[in-house]
């Protein structure tokens, strides 16, 4: 009964019943309270593109397509993802996941961003194969911080920090690296 009570007061005081504080985390800054941000969900994306291998072990410059999957956190002062990704093609192999961290350079819809992350996973180019990380650099555009549906487009320049040497080949091996473009779609 007393709980009861209690509930019956919390729904009747004024200042909980205020629809001013009653925002949900997608609607769009524009219609919020400018001077009371709130925490949004994270974004949930999918995105597709390339992968080029330069310094590969099979020598030349392979290539392939593919694309993955992604998390967004847009704090509005920085972004951080949580990725995985799978690129295949002739004579590549990419399977990673990752963790990376931007900063937006504009708090507005449109915003160019830059950053890096670091990427574990299992890369054969050309060559045996290696497991190891994939640290890598990124510039991107991302398009509707304020609407329901984002666009992200990037290109990122990774690094194999693992040795891929070249079947058959006894010796130290090479560490690819190259660009990878991608353009994303965000829920």
Do not use: C
Request: hydrophobic share 40%.
């Amino acid at each position: 009964m007393r709980t009861l009570a209690l509930l019956a007061l919390l729904a009747s005081t004024p200042a909980l019943a205020d629809d001013r504080y009653d925002v949900s985390p997608r609607e769009p800054i524009a219609r919020q309270d400018p001077l009371r941000e709130v925490a949004r969900w994270p974004w949930v994306g999918v995105r597709l593109g390339g992968v080029v291998a330069l310094g590969s072990a099979g020598g030349g410059q392979p290539g392939g397509g593919g694309g993955g999957a992604y998390v967004l956190f847009d704090a509005r002062d920085f972004l951080a993802d949580v990725s995985a990704d799978i690129f295949v093609g002739n004579s590549v192999e990419l399977y990673a996941l990752g963790l990376g961290a931007y900063y937006p350079f504009s708090r507005g819809n449109v915003t160019p961003y830059l950053g890096g992350g670091l990427k574990v996973g299992w890369t054969e180019f050309g060559g045996d194969g290696a497991f190891g990380m994939l640290p890598f650099g990124a510039f991107g555009v991302l398009m509707g911080r304020e609407g329901y549906v984002q666009l992200r487009a990037e290109l990122a320049y990774f690094v194999a920090t693992s040795r891929e040497t070249h079947p058959g080949d006894p010796g130290p091996g090479t560490r690819a690296h190259g660009p990878m473009m991608t353009l994303a779609l965000g829920f």
